[in-house]
């Protein structure tokens, strides 16, 4: 299982528990690897199995959580990520999808309370600071954003939707040197992102810089003829 090799592992655990059914790490081992094999379908009966068998556990109760996030099901998965933060606060995996998930649905107090909690524990997790970078971007707390994101990004300096949001926070505090240098780094990254082209032109045009925004717009609308801000664009560029 830790080498990859889910389809012997799932062998493995069926027939574990076919010895005995109701072994609670067989059954969450079992879901486990199912999970990793994007079956959350089928790993759901084993997932419920082992919290049924032991619900004091944070790891199983994690898993039932991921598996019915998977499902759609984000009542049940919040509900088991709160119980296993509540049985151990410092499991930082329960915290950071519980965190996602409030911010998703736009509780943003509740997505910083677990979200800063894990941070006090892991400041330099990348998923946290990128999440964290999420949240206060949401909230329109753009120096906190552009903080966490930048931490986030030295972690993980090709990850492109971070970059971007970094971009949009500069933006947003008017550091419009800084937001073209980050956009500009994006697009060497991917250049068919073509949101960040969208920005370039836009940071050029507010700037006074007709000339820079229309070189920036026009190369966009010829890489990417359809794009959804087309009709905007030529309206300042014309």
């Known amino acids: 299982y830790n080498y990859g090799e889910y389809e012997g592992a799932e062998e493995y655990y069926k027939k574990a528990l076919a010895l005995d059914p109701s072994s609670p790490e067989s059954n969450y081992s079992l879901a486990a690897v199912l999970l990793k094999q994007d079956n959350a379908a089928d790993a759901l009966q084993y997932a419920v199995r082992a919290v049924e068998e032991n619900a004091e556990s944070p790891q199983y109760l994690f898993t039932l959580g991921e598996v019915s996030e998977k499902l759609g099901d984000s009542d049940t998965a919040m509900s088991v990520y709160q119980m296993a933060v509540n049985i151990d606060p410092t499991y930082l995996k329960a915290r950071i999808n519980l965190g996602k998930?409030?911010?998703?649905?736009?509780?943003?107090?509740?997505?910083?309370?677990?979200?800063?909690?894990?941070?006090?524990?892991?400041?330099?997790?990348?998923?946290?600071?990128?999440?964290?970078?999420?949240?206060?971007?949401?909230?329109?707390?753009?120096?906190?954003?552009?903080?966490?994101?930048?931490?986030?990004?030295?972690?993980?300096?090709?990850?492109?939707?971070?970059?971007?949001?970094?971009?949009?926070?500069?933006?947003?505090?008017?550091?419009?040197?800084?937001?073209?240098?980050?956009?500009?780094?994006?697009?060497?990254?991917?250049?068919?992102?073509?949101?960040?082209?969208?920005?370039?032109?836009?940071?050029?045009?507010?700037?006074?810089?007709?000339?820079?925004?229309?070189?920036?717009?026009?190369?966009?609308?010829?890489?990417?003829?359809?794009?959804?801000?087309?009709?905007?664009?030529?309206?300042?560029?014309?």
């Open 101 to 238: 998930i409030y911010d998703e649905n736009g509780v943003y107090d509740k997505a910083l309370q677990h979200l800063l909690a894990a941070y006090t524990v892991d400041p330099e997790s990348l998923e946290l600071n990128n999440n964290l970078g999420n949240v206060y971007l949401h909230q329109k707390l753009y120096n906190d954003a552009i903080k966490h994101f930048v931490k986030a990004i030295d972690k993980k300096p090709d990850a492109t939707l971070m970059r971007f949001n970094l971009g949009i926070a500069f933006i947003e505090t008017g550091q419009y040197d800084s937001a073209i240098e980050t956009l500009n780094e994006l697009v060497k990254i991917d250049p068919q992102y073509w949101d960040a082209y969208y920005h370039l032109g836009n940071i050029y045009y507010k700037e006074g810089n007709r000339a820079s925004a229309t070189a920036i717009f026009e190369s966009l609308l010829d890489k990417k003829p359809d794009y959804q801000r087309r009709d905007e664009i030529l309206k300042l560029i014309d």
